[in-house]
């Protein structure tokens, strides 16, 4: 149940994501030049999609991350952890190449480079200040995730409301925190759409950028870390969910 939860929920929240890259990015797309804003809230509404969608099977994690991040603090075992990733992996995978079937039009009416629809890249290239800045936002992103579980907000994860505020959480990571790198918080999220641009017959020169890909990768998974270990000192003597 995890593998299929967490392959159809990371698919979607990519084709939402992913597909909000196109629309504002290719030409002959209507929403040609729509802007931040716009992406910001595409994305959102991905993780608002894809969580509701993956939560009875997998508990919506859709985000090596996350999964981490729970892991640490201790309401995910640790034996699921590859199977989660494993199939965030694939639906990320998956989900970009159903952005590249739904936008095949606009992708040969386009000049390139694509790689933009798919993956993220920093605006100033600096390891440290990028690794930075996605431990930082990952680490809101996570601690939030697993707040949700615990005392008087328990009641949010049983109604679903949980998966609105985190969705909600993540335009406002987008509005405050994305503009340095483009805000990835999530090493599937980034690492997959990279393999499926490299891989897709897309026109013209590729260049997948490899070497900045293991920054929205490390940096998210050493930030949930560290929202795992305060997680756990920190709501320990909270009862969890």
């Known amino acids: 149940m995890i593998l299929v939860g967490e392959i159809m929920g990371t698919a979607i929240l990519i084709l939402f994501g992913n597909g909000v890259g196109a629309a504002v990015s290719l030409n002959k797309s209507k929403a040609k030049e729509a802007g931040w804003v716009v992406v910001t809230f595409g994305w959102g509404f991905g993780v608002l999609a894809g969580a509701y969608a993956s939560n009875p099977l997998s508990g919506g994690h859709i985000n090596p991350a996350v999964t981490l991040g729970k892991a640490i603090e201790g309401s995910t075992a640790w034996a699921d952890v590859p199977v989660y990733i494993l199939a965030q992996m694939i639906g990320a995978i998956l989900g970009a190449a159903l952005v590249w079937l739904t936008y095949l039009g606009q992708f040969r009416e386009s000049p390139g480079p694509y790689l933009g629809v798919f993956a993220t890249a920093p605006e100033i ?8 800045t996605e431990i930082i936002a990952t680490f809101a992103l996570v601690m939030v995730v697993i707040a949700t579980g615990y005392g008087d ?8 409301t949980a998966v609105l505020i985190v969705a909600l959480l993540v335009v406002g990571i987008g509005m405050s925190l994305g503009g340095p790198t483009g805000y990835a918080i999530n090493p599937a999220r980034d690492l997959g759409p990279r393999i499926a641009h490299a891989l897709l017959p897309l026109k013209g020169p590729k260049d997948s950028d490899w070497g900045y890909s293991w920054v929205p990768v490390v940096g998210p998974m050493i930030g949930a870390a560290l929202a795992g270990l305060v997680a756990l000192g920190a709501y320990s003597l909270v009862p969890a969910a």
């Open 125 to 132: 290239r600096n390891p440290v200040q990028n690794l930075t």
């Open 153 to 160: 907000n328990t009641g949010l994860g049983e109604s679903g």
